[in-house]
């Protein structure tokens, strides 16, 4: 069992940067792959950034590669997501997720979900 908790969101206008942190309970923290995903209002859910449980693969959305960088610290049970050049279009509710086999991109490979934060990028 794996709970995770989010935080780090917040507005900030287009352009800046925010930090997401989540962090996870459990000792088997370090062999799960995690996962961000995000959703607006109106829209499904979508898949942001992976990384596996090693740090040593990350897979990104075309929509944020280059802007994003997602990272872990197993010694501290948490998992980052570094979001810089921010746009209106990234305001959406951000979730992480832990996935007990591989690096995924679906989120019906994830096994366990944060409740979420809310990231609002004003124009």
């Known amino acids: 069992q794996v709970q995770l908790v989010e935080s780090g969101g917040g507005l900030v206008q287009a352009g800046g940067s925010l930090r997401l942190s989540c962090a996870a309970s459990?000792?088997?923290?370090?062999?799960?792959?995690m996962g961000w995903f995000r959703q607006a209002p109106g829209k499904e859910r979508e898949f942001v950034a992976a990384?596996?449980?090693?740090?040593?693969?990350?897979y990104y959305a075309d929509s944020v590669k280059g802007r994003f960088t997602i990272s872990r610290d197993n010694a501290k049970n948490t998992v980052y997501l570094q979001m810089n050049s921010l746009k209106p279009e990234d305001t959406a509710v951000y979730y992480c997720?832990?996935?007990?086999?591989?690096?995924?991109?679906?989120?019906?490979?994830?096994?366990?979900w944060g409740q979420g934060t809310q990231v609002t990028v004003s124009s």
């Open positions: 997720a832990a996935e007990s086999l591989t690096i995924a991109t679906m989120s019906n490979r994830y096994d366990y």
């Open positions: 459990g000792r088997t923290f370090s062999s799960y792959a």
């Open positions: 990384i596996s449980w090693s740090g040593g693969s990350t």
